[in-house]
């Protein structure tokens, strides 16, 4: 493209979705953080309802909470995790390698209020390949992962931006990795490192398949000492012009109004 520079209105969503504003400042918004336009003086908070939090299906008081509703068994005693809309963990979230498959992980949004840590992300895979490319056998069963499957984590910054999402070990499937900055950063904050990568098998590719977007990746810094280079794979069917949609319904059904109930006799 040479010296031409291109900006978020230049790239549209196969659904046809338009971003209005930039990235950093949508997320913001997005985010709860403030209200990104210049007219307003005071950085006034927007109004919930036009924040993630006003999606929030359930909330938690710690980890321990998240997981016990989150892991459970099947009827057969086969693992799986189900999410299953938006929820908010308070704390920390240290989560153990997730090796079932995608069928038996119904995906959503994890907003924590803390550090994150995930020790990978196998969705039913043993063998990654140490090749750049993915084998065709792993690039189908990647073809094959359905929208409402996936992981999307949030980390939450704090006033320091000193919170970070830590991957421990090499392969991380099916995920969204978001860790913003809260404030503008000075060239010295801008240092830290909001995705630590700390790989088990030092030989391997670390290999991560879904998306990123955190305010600094810092990953020459990072990648400086390992032997093998960080990969990003995009899941194409997250560009699906058909996009899955979900409604959650809440198990409290004084929530709701029903018409043309006839009453119980």
Known sequence: LGNMTLN????VAADGLEMTKSFDDFASEWLGKQSADPKN????KLPIERTIFHRICRKFPDEKAFKDFTFSKDKN?????????VVRVEGNLNLDKITMDSKSIKGGIIIVNGNITLNEITRGITDFGDSELPSNQIFQDILKLPQESFL?????SDAQNKRKISLKGNNFLGVQLICLSSTPFSSFEASRVMLEIN???LDKRVKIFGGVAVSTPNMRKQTRNLKNEVCFYYIPTMSDPNPSVAAYVSPQFNFYQFYGVMDAK
């Open 8 to 11: 978020f209105n230049d790239f």
């Open 77 to 85: 005693g086969k693992p799986r995790m189900m999410v299953d809309g």
């Open 199 to 201: 790989p088990t098998d």
């Open 152 to 156: 999307t984590f949030v980390c939450l």
């Open 41 to 44: 003086k005071v950085n006034q």
